[in-house]
Antibody
């Protein structure tokens, strides 16, 4: 069974740092672009960061740029998100998600076809 | 505040048809296809549609999607109690160079 499982979420104080992990199983992890998406409970989804299959291409949401580092370890089928300078507004459920993209021109789509259950990050003084 | 605009809620009785709209601009929906997710209570999102013609196996055919210009819609025909969930739209944004989402629509089965 294809599966993603996040870990590392916890309660922190503003300004602290945290590393989230995501372990993949049941598919060829190294074949896929992987992303982090977050969700404030009861609110919409927000894209956070993405990394291509070999880690050569990285992308970050403008709202968090400079405070994030995404990385992966294909040998151990793992994805990571290092977050620093955490703020109360970073409080959210953080999901690891596998990317499926295709089509072309106006038919191009960028989708997340496999999600983990999420890990909760709470930033509060 | 989300880049794509969805109504916060929609509802219908069992068997009815419910439609959820998703509005964007020329950089996202106007230039790329729309993806839809279903999020059951307490669960992670699940891919419902990736593009107009990409319905993953297991997704009932009572779900359908359409797109026109900078707007898209998800329709649920023959609404069932198990369809009660949050529905999120998304599209790649050429200007922001990232995927963007709507705020989600909570569908209630009355």
């Amino acid at each position: 069974e294809e599966q993603l499982v996040e870990s590392g979420g916890t309660l922190l104080r503003p300004g602290e740092s945290l590393r989230l992990s995501c372990e993949a199983s049941g598919f060829n992890f190294e074949d896929y672009t992987m992303n982090w998406v977050r969700q404030v409970p009861g609110k919409g989804l927000q894209w956070v960061s993405g990394i291509n299959w070999n880690g050569d291409s990285l992308a970050y949401a403008d709202s968090m740029k400079g405070r994030l580092t995404i990385s992966r370890d294909n040998a151990n089928r793992s994805l990571f998100l290092q977050m620093s300078g955490l703020r109360a507004e970073d409080t959210a459920l953080y999901y690891c998600a596998r990317v499926k993209e295709g089509g072309g021109g106006t038919d191009y789509y960028y989708a997340f076809d496999l999600w983990g259950p999420g890990t909760l990050v709470t930033v509060s003084s | 505040h989300s880049v794509l605009t969805q109504p916060p809620s929609a509802s219908g009785t069992p068997g009815q048809r419910v439609t959820i709209s998703c509005s964007g601009n020329s950089s996202n929906i106007g230039s790329n296809d729309v993806t839809w997710y279903q999020q059951l209570p307490g669960a992670a999102p699940k891919l419902l549609f990736s593009g107009l013609h990409q319905r993953p196996s297991g997704v009932p055919d009572r779900f359908s999607v359409s797109k026109s210009g900078t707007s898209a819609s998800l329709a649920i025909s023959g609404l069932q109690s198990e369809d009660e969930a949050d529905y999120h739209c998304s599209a790649w944004d050429d200007s922001l160079s990232c995927p963007v989402f709507g705020g989600g629509t909570k569908v209630t089965v009355l």
